[in-house]
């Protein structure tokens, strides 16, 4: 699935509030990002959140009727790089140039991006050899982002200019578009078909020439299939088949991805937000329980959602439908990439919160909120719209406990939240009752063969009065249709006591005899000692963070301890006295500090063991999900404070640069001001959820003297 999300609707990302974030990743293969500017880059926040769960992520090229479009159109494929410059060269056909098309594919690459969608939504007056010329300079935008992004890069043609240069929207593919699909990598229709358009797309692109879409050796074009046709449904409804909102899985039940094998590009999902946000006493609890119906259904099974009756087109007949299902029913659940390839690490953000924790303390408390999609992460993609939880180790004859997952904003390990899964277990009088165990399985994650994994989580746990419970790490293999259950050896887990009530669980597990990579459940077995088995009993368990990364077997591997090597500040307003203005950029460096090396002796010339082995994998330099800074004043007499007396000051991602923060004197907290200077500390936080401690953390001073300026 595609969806196509517009910052320029009617919800604001705003830093200081809660505002609406996309959470379904793993349902989504490719997520545009659009607005109605000519080009439009993807916030570094969104890029980063979209690739830490393995979905590309592109921006958008469009051309509208109204305005220059046609006239940016066609300076875009001639290449002059200004207005009314014109080519000199003169053929029997428009020349195609490959000038932007480079400049674009170096702004994906810099910027971090997968590609483009198309969108030339304005009539090309020159007819079909302008058409003709845009389809060719497609192709060489292609080119470019295969050399300078990667081979994952992708240009998707958006149904809309036809071969003859008209603007004329098909709904479908066929013949009028078919030359801007086959230049493309993905076709993305409009959303205003009629129920029999999806099959009539199937039925034509079998009928196209196999050598057309099954690209060879020397072709730039990409093999298609029907995966790459996009049809496209409107969660607002606009013309969209079942009306939209609640009725968008009637259009969905026609595209039929699973079966017909079309894709669905999903327009507007932010629909949720926008439509209800204006209304009294709207808030973002309401929203989230909004947003989850849509997707993945009601957190209540026996809830019925009400569908509302969707307008029908002139002469169109009447298409019935089954009652509501969940946007996830149509979709295989993808897992985030393999830990081998890029570390996974979640503290099952959001993207937004009403505070900040750093090791489970509250360094920061809001009034409206927060909002940072660079912090997003998985939300534990087993537990929604409920867990699945299984009676663990034997076939207990009774029904298997009820659970719920939830967003807690009120604690958090590292970030704004937890994940609070809650447990509801009936009395029972079996003789073995009083104690029982369940398996409840979090996070889904795509492994590979014959490598070592580590995976670690921390947690707290509320349990009803009389109950005792025991708490377990474990992975299991993941059922998948058709496949043999891999084993999974797992190693002995070690657990270690937090501050302030968290526990941390560390284990290893490989897949030792199994071909191909697979996928893995990580969970925990759940053991519970009641008093009285006879009675109910509750209990919940806080998760604050799961990480899971690639695990050294040979100790003597030396490895890199991260740090952050210096801290630099540069003012951005001038200090003149009386008034003190700390306005500037905090900027820094991190570097990896091996341990420390004693040779006693020197080694034979013939010795065919080094005197040192080293990291040399891809995770053996220091990477980072964010920096931490604090600040903490200079006194007018005496020395400054430690980094422990620190004020917490804010977080890096905002602006998508890793090593800098701006520093604004008006936002800085009053207990800071008023010294003679201040003392700013970076904290980094690892790609393996792991704060630095103090002494591997950096600080640099800003200072003042009255009268020297």
């Keep these: ?37 000519r080009v439009t880059v993807p916030p570094s926040g969104w890029t980063n959140a979209a690739h830490r769960q393995g979905v590309k992520i592109l921006g958008t090229l469009i051309f509208e009727e109204s305005g220059s479009g046609e006239a940016d159109c066609l300076q875009v494929i001639v290449g002059c790089p200004q207005k009314g410059a014109g080519p000199t060269l003169r053929t029997a056909s428009m020349p195609i140039s490959k000038h932007y098309a480079s400049l674009l594919a170096e702004l994906a690459r810099q910027r971090g991006f997968d590609g483009y969608l198309l969108n030339v939504e304005c009539p090309l007056g020159g007819g079909a050899e302008q058409a003709r010329a845009l389809a060719g300079w497609i192709l060489l935008l292609r080119s470019e982002l295969l050399t300078k992004v990667g081979p994952h890069a992708q240009a998707i043609w958006y149904d809309s200019v036809i071969c003859n240069g008209k603007l004329r929207w098909q709904d479908r593919l066929n013949s009028l578009n078919l030359p801007f699909f086959l230049s493309s990598d993905a076709f993305f229709t409009n959303y205003t078909w009629p129920p029999s358009f999806p099959a009539l797309t199937a039925q034509y692109f079998m009928s196209v020439d196999p050598v057309l879409i099954n690209a060879n050796r020397s072709a730039l074009s990409s093999a298609k299939s029907l995966q790459n046709i996009f049809i496209g449904v409107d969660v607002w409804g606009r013309g969209s088949h079942g009306g939209g909102g609640f009725g968008s899985y009637k259009a969905i039940t026609h595209i039929d991805p699973q079966s017909l094998g079309l894709s669905v590009a999903l327009f507007g999902q932010a629909w949720t937000w926008e439509s209800e946000q204006d209304n009294p006493g709207w808030n973002w609890d309401q929203w989230w329980e909004y947003e989850r119906k849509l997707w993945i259904g009601p957190a209540n099974p026996q809830e019925v959602v009400p569908v509302p009756d969707a307008p029908r087109r002139p002469k169109e007949p009447e298409c019935p439908h089954d009652g509501f ?22 503290s099952f953000s959001p993207g937004v919160g009403l ?24 939300l534990g993609d087993l537990v929604w719209p409920r867990p699945s939880v299984t009676w663990e180790g034997d076939d207990r004859a009774e029904p298997v406990p009820s659970a719920s997952s939830a967003l807690d904003m009120s604690d958090a390990w590292n970030g704004g939240n937890t994940l609070k899964l809650s447990v509801a277990c009936a009395g029972s009088t079996a003789e073995d009752a009083f104690f029982r165990c369940i398996w409840l399985p979090v996070q889904s994650l795509n492994v590979t063969s014959l490598m070592s994994y580590c995976v670690h989580i921390v947690y707290k746990t509320v349990a009803c009065e009389g109950t005792d419970l025991d708490l377990g790490l474990f992975v299991k293999p993941l059922l998948t249709d058709g496949e043999d259950l891999p084993e999974v050896e797992v190693g002995a887990s070690t657990q270690s006591d937090l501050k302030h009530g968290w526990t941390k669980q560390v284990l290893t597990f490989s897949l030792p005899n199994h071909a191909t990579n697979a996928s893995v459940a990580i969970g925990l077995i759940v053991g519970f000692a009641a008093e009285d088995p ?40 001038p200090i003149i006295a009386p008034s003190i203005d700390f306005s500037g950029l905090l900027a820094w460096d991190i570097a990896s500090s091996l341990p420390h090396l004693t040779m006693e002796t020197i080694p034979s010339s013939e010795d065919p063991n080094p005197v040192w082995i080293l990291d040399d994998t891809k995770e053996r330099f220091p990477s980072f999900l964010y920096f931490n800074i604090y600040a903490v004043p200079h006194p007018h007499s005496g020395s400054v404070a430690g980094p422990e007396a620190a004020v917490f000051i804010g977080t890096t991602g905002l602006d998508g640069r890793a090593n800098r923060f701006y ?46 300026y």
């Design 663 to 708: 520093v604004d004197s008006t936002l800085l907290p009053r207990s800071v001001m008023g010294g003679r200077g201040l003392r700013f500390y970076m904290q980094g936080v690892t790609d393996r959820g792991d704060v630095l401690p103090w002494d591997l953390c950096a600080y640099v001073d800003r200072m003042f003297e009255l009268g020297s």
């Design 1 to 37: 699935m595609m969806t196509r999300c517009s910052p320029q609707g009617g919800y604001t990302e705003s830093p200081s509030g809660l505002s609406y974030t996309f959470n379904f990743w793993n349902l989504c293969h490719t997520f545009i990002y659009f607005s109605h500017h």
């Design 325 to 346: 299902t969940p946007i996830s029913s149509f979709f295989a659940r993808a897992t985030p990439p393999d830990p081998a390839h890029l570390v996974f690490c979640t």
């Design 534 to 573: 006879s009675q109910s009993l509750d209990f919940s368990i806080s998760l604050g963070q799961l990480a899971v990364y690639p695990s050294t077997a040979t100790t003597s591997i030396l490895k890199g301890t991260p740090g952050i090597l210096w801290a630099k500040f540069q003012s951005t307003k």
């Design 355 to 378: 505070s900040w924790f750093v090791e489970g303390i509250k360094v920061l408390q809001t009034d409206r909120g927060w909002t940072d999609v660079d912090k997003q992460s998985s």
